[in-house]
């Protein structure tokens, strides 16, 4: 059962996620092009973090923040690298959802 502190953490956790958000958004209309996707894995990665902070974590989740960190920094250096890292990490979400939900 959820308690009135870890709903408070929980509406400051994605109320601040929320401001990232929207403030990405409007960075993104004068950034380059693969800032967009950047981002996204950004955000990814903070979503990743509200859930350990809520106690939603697991290994498989901790294991793609360290993935997330590790490459997407390439969109920087590396365009196909960060590409390729993006369609594999689609893919490998895809297989966790069918091992989850299925």
Known sequence: METALD????REL???????????????VDEPA???PFRLVDAAE????I??????????????RECIVRHKEKVMTDEQGFVAFLDQTVRTLAD?????FD
């Open 51 to 64: 859930m350990g902070e809520l106690g939603l974590g697991d290994s498989f989740l901790t294991e793609l």
């Open 34 to 36: 693969l800032y967009g």
């Open 14 to 28: 994605l109320f601040r996620y929320l401001c990232y958000l929207v403030s990405s958004a409007a960075g993104l």
């Open 96 to 100: 966790e959802l069918t091992r989850r």
């Open 7 to 10: 709903a408070k953490k929980a």
């Open 46 to 49: 903070r979503v990743i973090d």
